[in-house]
């Protein structure tokens, strides 16, 4: 019977972290990559300004969105311009912060 310089039935005792290494190093790079996509939303070209941004949390905020077709947008999601009414009384009648922000594309008259 053959057995092994350590010895018969001797256990390792230490843990191969190799491959949780390459897992976490694959999973670094995935979020390093996916990250800066997330902060997107809708294109649009906003006009200049004279006066200075607006301070405010972007998590909670409700922003209206117009792009260059005038397409309407609520966050990110499409809507149409019949249910923009209802739509907008059901969010503010949910939420305490009751402020609404537009975002229109240059070229959107007014």
Known sequence: MATS????????????????VDVMLVLLIIFMVTAPLLKEGVRVELP??????????????????????GKLYIGKTEIDWETLKPKMKLIL??????????????????
């Open 48 to 69: 200049e300004a004279k006066a200075k941004p607006i301070e405010h949390s972007k998590e909670h905020d409700i922003i209206l969105t117009i792009d260059k077709e």
């Open 5 to 20: 310089p350590i010895g018969p039935r001797r256990f390792m005792s230490e843990i191969n972290v190799t491959p949780l």
């Open 93 to 110: 009648r949910q939420r305490a912060k009751k402020e609404v922000y537009l975002q229109a594309d240059r070229s959107v008259p007014y």
